[in-house]
């Protein structure tokens, strides 16, 4: 059976036209002179943000310029600093939004009497069963943390747009007194 071959565009240094080197940047080479002065800024208003590597003031003429799009962070839980003294998960969350990564962020208050505590992210299976994406290091001490979940992060967990999430901790130790506060924003 015959296969339909496949072009691939190229411009005249063999360069392929559109080729990027990951999902998030774009290199275009051999652009027609272009003069950069002063501080090169260029603002998206909306979404997305663009922004140009290169130097100020200097003739970038048929040099590769990167251009960056940076999804900026959307908020998908918040809450007040809460007493914590035992194992627990927050409510189920249904994230409509389309973020490809979440950030978890962590503030300890006050940490007196146990061992550590340890803040996961888990999203609900199929089966309805509790699956952990990510978690923080052990917190052993009153700080401020944060660990990451998505897509190109080390374990390879991808956020299912309305999916159902919660955050869980588990402590080691008996706590006399353990707050925290907890946060997610995705991108």
């Given amino acids: 059976m015959p296969t339909n071959p496949v072009f691939t565009p190229v411009d005249n240094s063999g360069n392929v036209i559109g080729a990027s080197g990951s999902p998030t940047s774009v290199t275009v080479s051999n652009t027609p002179a272009v003069t950069v002065s002063n501080t090169p800024a260029v603002t998206v208003s909306g979404t997305p943000t663009v922004t140009v590597t290169g130097t100020p003031g200097v003739n970038v003429a048929n040099s590769p310029t990167v251009f ?5 962070p959307v908020g998908l839980y ?71 979940v998505g897509q190109g992060m080390a374990t390879g967990a991808v956020l299912v747009s309305g999916g159902s999430y919660r955050l869980a901790w588990t402590v080691t130790g ?14």
Avoid at 68 to 72: D, E
Avoid at 89 to 96: A, F, I, L
Avoid at 101 to 118: K, L, P, S, W, Y
């Fill in 68 to 72: 960056t799009v940076v999804q900026p």
């Fill in 78 to 148: 918040s809450e007040s600093v809460t007493s914590r003294t035992a194992n627990g998960n927050t409510t189920t969350q249904t994230w409509t939004n389309n973020v490809a990564t979440a950030i978890v962020g962590i503030n300890v208050t006050a940490f007196t009497g146990g061992t550590n505590v340890v803040v996961g992210l888990q999203q609900q299976d199929a089966n309805g069963i509790w699956q952990t994406l990510g978690s923080s290091a052990a917190i052993t001490a009153a700080t401020t943390a944060t660990f990451s």
């Fill in 174 to 187: 008996t706590f006399s007194a353990l707050t925290f506060q907890l946060s997610v924003q995705g991108r």
